[in-house]
């Protein structure tokens, strides 16, 4: 089953894919120990520095996000992968427990038919699809 993890303190085996564009700050690539970085199905850079800076709501990141997954031609491939590597650990760098591209990107990829280990750590909204 594919989970989710937060990469501070990460030590999860499996096929690890780091789903953030931007590189966690502090992490040595050596300590991530990343099988791939999937920096290619991230929010883009604009709708990053929007969000952050606070231009964007959650609700306006979310819809953004999820029309360019639906748009990407990287996502394909992505779930391919995930398919391929059904042991999948899905890292990300936020520490914020409400929206962030982990959770969207969860949400998504549940409603493509991916499954996810119960309890995984990014989202209360884990589910077995």
Do not use: C
């Not at 999820?66 to 031609?73: M, Y």
């Amino acid at each position: 089953m594919i989970k989710f993890e937060r990469i501070y303190g990460s030590e999860s085996k499996g096929y690890r894919v780091l789903i953030d564009g931007l590189w966690p700050r502090g992490v040595s690539k050596e300590k991530a120990a990343i099988d791939l970085w999937a920096k290619d199905i991230a929010p883009s850079e604009d709708l990053r520095q929007k969000y952050h800076d606070g231009d964007l709501d959650e609700m306006a990141f979310r819809a953004i996000y999820l029309t360019e997954l639906s748009s990407n031609p990287a996502t394909a491939e992505f779930l391919q992968t995930l398919k391929d590597h059904p042991d999948s650990i899905l890292l990300y760098a936020s520490r914020e427990n409400h929206e962030n591209n982990a959770k969207v990107l969860a949400n998504y990829l549940t409603r493509q038919g991916v499954a996810f280990e119960t309890g995984s750590s990014s989202t209360n909204e884990t589910t077995q699809a």
